[in-house]
């Protein structure tokens, strides 16, 4: 009898918090790591929302709250989204849970049995796939190319959509590609679900980022389209478009209230409620009209950012990068750089079982970080099925410009450096088992 329980095998992780210990080798050499791994804003949270939550702390409201969230916090929550996606979504269909990641597991636990096919994007969140194969599900990703900006229509989901499918996962803005779906694709895509699926059909609708959009562009979901109210589940959270990584505010609104009620007794069995406090400073969030301006202030820098980092690394021999639409991510592809450092080769030379555990991409960025202090992510820390000979890395530019600038400097310096990746190479390879690509 093993230790360890099978399942676990099939669970993933997100790398960009599994990278931690190689930033930390590196910063125990010296070395001055320049961090485009994390996805979180470089803002802190607003002083107004801080001092609401020290407010209820100092008043002693600190105890067990009701599973679901505090009423005020839902009732915030429902009139946030009847505001912006023009349904009615009352309190009752409100979960609050510790950040906008768990309804992904809630969500698959509750809604999808084990040989169920579930669609997700790929490129996307990682702990989608993680998800889709802990719980025995057939994963079925659907593939984003980039001279599309990594939008999708419902030709693309049509060939994938069948009797077993039972989950559909959208992300819009998106992690890591920065893609938006339009409004005439999201009626486009609930169009085809409202034709082809069945009629107990989920989607999950990853909207965190929905403050976070460039050139005038306003959100859009799929929720507000005739036909999916009652069949989405909406998530988002606080962690992002407020700058409150931390707090781990995040909800979820089900198409009923029985359905919310399952999201609420997972909460009770894992984690009993969100702390009061928190939440009470997430209702000030969407109320109190001081935050608009912090919000436009924060999503005013990260497009400057955008709109200096894109041409940078186009200027980057052997980068070629989109102009994200949304989020604060851009995803270049670096095949080209790949080539020309012969990456490729030296990936072909790696024994069977190190290529299975990396990529050419996955080798880049390890060069990138370990020689020149610049961390990455690479192509398949987003959905590694099918992702074979895609070759992208994903910066956050949730960093000051200070740093965006020396970052893509070095990663400049590093596509000229083709000698020093070979002896980076030869390096690991001497350390024989304990080389980054044993």
Request: aromatic share 8%; glycine share 10%.
């Amino acid at each position: 009898m093993a230790v360890i329980a099978r399942r676990i095998s099939h669970l993933g992780t997100e790398n960009a918090f599994k990278l931690g210990d190689d930033i930390q080798r590196c910063l125990d050499r010296g070395m001055d790591v320049i961090r485009f791994n994390l996805g979180a804003p470089d803002f802190r949270s607003a002083p107004h929302l801080n001092r609401v939550a020290s407010d209820a702390l100092d008043a002693g409201r600190s105890g067990y709250c009701d599973p679901a969230g505090i009423l005020p916090f839902r009732q915030a929550i429902a009139a946030h989204v009847t505001r912006t996606r023009g349904v009615e979504a009352g309190p009752d269909r409100v979960v609050v849970t510790p950040g906008a990641k768990p309804p992904i597991g809630y969500t698959l636990q509750t809604y999808v049995d084990e040989g169920d096919e579930v669609i997700y994007p790929s490129p996307g969140f990682p702990i989608y796939e993680s998800w889709v194969r802990f719980v025995g599900a057939v994963p079925v990703p659907l593939h984003l190319s980039d001279d599309r900006d990594f939008a999708f229509n419902a030709d693309d989901l049509s060939t994938l959509i069948t009797e077993r499918t039972k989950l559909i996962i959208l992300c819009s803005p998106s992690n890591p590609t920065g893609g938006v779906l339009s409004r005439d694709e999201l009626a486009g895509i609930a169009a085809l679900i409202r034709e082809r699926c069945r009629p107990d059909i989920r989607i999950y609708s990853d909207e965190i980022y929905e403050q976070i959009l460039f050139d005038g562009l306003e959100h859009e979901s799929i929720v507000s389209h005739p036909g999916m109210e009652e069949r989405t589940v909406l998530a988002s959270g606080h962690s992002k478009g407020f700058a409150m990584t931390g707090w781990r505010l995040g909800w979820a609104v089900l198409p009923t209230a029985e359905e919310a009620a399952v999201f609420k007794r997972i909460n009770i069995n894992i984690m009993s409620c969100v702390p009061p406090f928190l939440q009470e400073a997430g209702v000030a969030a969407y109320e109190d009209p001081a935050s608009a301006g912090v919000v436009r202030a924060m999503v005013d820098e990260f497009e400057r950012r955008r709109d200096w980092i894109v041409p940078a690394l186009n200027a980057v021999p052997g980068v070629r990068c989109r102009t994200p639409k949304g989020a604060f991510y851009v995803f270049p592809d670096v095949s080209r750089m790949c080539e020309s450092l012969g990456v490729g080769e030296a990936y072909a030379a790696l024994p069977a079982g190190a290529r299975s555990r990396t990529t050419p991409a996955g080798m880049l960025q390890m060069f990138l970080l370990y020689r020149y202090g610049v961390a990455t992510m690479d192509r398949a820390s987003f959905g590694r099925i099918g992702a074979e000979g895609q070759d992208f890395l994903r910066l956050s530019i949730a960093n000051s410009m200070d740093d965006i600038r020396r970052g893509v400097a070095r990663i400049g310096a590093a596509a000229e450096d083709a000698a020093g990746f070979a002896g980076f190479v030869a390096e690991e390879a001497a350390r024989g088992d304990e080389g980054l690509f044993a």
